[in-house]
């Protein structure tokens, strides 16, 4: 039969529908253990018997590292209070008899992302009939060029959120190249930006400079040319940075197509683990998916709609973000160990304490459990036997 490997984007949701139903079980007031099997039974069946889900059919050894994932889970939100033991078989919870349906695990999703919204207004000046004294001609030059000062001051003002938005972009690109956070992605999105400040460019001296120039001649201002070429230059960084906006939309819609196994697809430069960090991280001792676990219970609290982590000039940058963006890279170097997630968060949801470092205990199935069970009771004495009768599926290495 055909085995399937355990991917990054399978752990990213495994991991948060476990932490999702844990907080379910908690809010009905399931004890630890009760939880644990409830969660266990759940998983096994995704793992072995829910065709449905893309779990089903995975190796033995990957096997082991969705019950890892669970085991993570369980660590990190333990306390002194509650501590338990898991190295103890799961009792399998039959689910037909019980009010709490069967979770379905990792079953086939596709992927969403947020429509990008633009709204410009267009305002269409309404027309004079035509007088023959001069003082109504007269007048309307004067509120024609009450007008154009109108839209000038609009233009300057929506210029300045759009520099914010250039410069948050560009910091965040030399920050990407900085830290290796997707060297093809940062190169495409500064390639991009380019093309489109050259495209608005183009556009605007062929189409819009006339009409404009002609339009401040016409309303008689005392220095038509100097309006022309202010106007001109806050349509063409407002245009720039519509058009890097959608061009960046795409191309992260595009990597996400491109990498639909990522640990996040949406962002697989920054919130990833690559194989050589992935290598460094064994030898140091410390267990990549454990990391990975962190990084997708992190990257849960991260505010996508303003996921900019460059400098800002007119607000503070997104402080929360930019603690998880640090703290993801420390742990990707392996320089972040062992953390609370309420120490990076305001306020999570569920305060999670995560060790990374390799567990001394690994997943076996119940049917192996108990055959090594039998295989090492013929060589102990009777005390023994009756100790190793409540051992775990859990064996150190």
């Known amino acids: ?12 949701l495994l991991f948060l529908s476990l932490e999702k139903d844990y907080k379910t079980y908690t809010q009905e007031n399931l004890s630890m253990d009760d939880k644990y099997d409830f969660l266990c039974s759940s998983l096994d069946y995704a793992l072995n018997q829910d065709q449905n889900s893309s779990l089903y059919n995975l190796s033995t050894s990957d096997k082991d590292k969705a019950f890892t994932v669970l085991n993570t889970l369980f660590d990190a939100v333990q306390t002194e209070s509650s501590r338990f033991d898991r190295r103890r078989p799961f009792k399998p919870v039959d689910f037909s008899t019980s009010r709490i349906n069967y979770p379905h695990y990792c079953h086939h999703h596709g992927l969403f992302w947020a429509d990008f919204f633009l709204w410009r207004p267009y305002y269409y000046p309404s027309s004079n009939n035509v007088e023959n004294n001069s003082n109504s001609k007269q007048n309307g030059s004067v509120l024609l060029a009450i007008f154009i000062l109108f839209i000038l ?5 929506i210029t300045l959120f759009a520099l914010d938005y250039l410069f948050s972009s560009i910091q965040s690109n030399i920050e990407r190249l900085i830290y290796n956070e997707g060297i093809l992605q940062t190169i495409l999105s500064m390639m991009l930006f380019a093309a489109c400040a050259a495209s608005v460019s183009t556009v605007i001296y062929f189409f819009l400079s006339a009409p404009i120039t002609s339009l401040c001649l016409a309303a008689a201002l005392a220095n038509p040319i100097a309006v022309a070429v202010i106007s001109l230059t806050c349509i063409g960084i407002i245009g720039t940075a519509l058009s890097v906006g959608l061009s960046n939309t795409a191309l992260n819609y595009g990597m996400a197509s491109a990498y639909p196994n990522a640990l996040i697809p949406m962002d697989t430069g920054r919130f990833n683990l690559t194989e050589s960090e992935s290598q460094k991280l064994v030898e140091k001792g410390i267990d990549p998916l454990k990391i990975k676990c962190a990084i997708v219970a992190l990257y849960e609290h991260y505010d996508k709609d303003h996921d900019s982590a460059g400098a800002s000039l007119l607000f503070w940058r997104n402080q929360q973000n930019q603690k998880i963006i640090e703290a993801v890279r420390k742990l990707r170097r392996g320089e972040l160990v062992t953390f609370n997630l309420a120490d990076i968060i305001d306020q ?50």
């Open 1 to 12: 039969m055909l085995k399937f490997q355990f991917t990054d984007r399978q752990l990213s």
């Open 153 to 157: 001051i609009l233009l300057m003002f």
């Open 348 to 397: 999570p949801e569920l305060n999670l304490h995560f060790n990374c470092k390799f567990d001394s205990q690994i997943y076996i199935p119940q049917a192996e459990a108990n055959t090594i069970a039998v295989v090492e009771a013929k060589v102990i004495d009777t005390q023994e036997v009756s100790e190793f009768a409540s051992a775990p599926p859990l064996i150190e290495r």
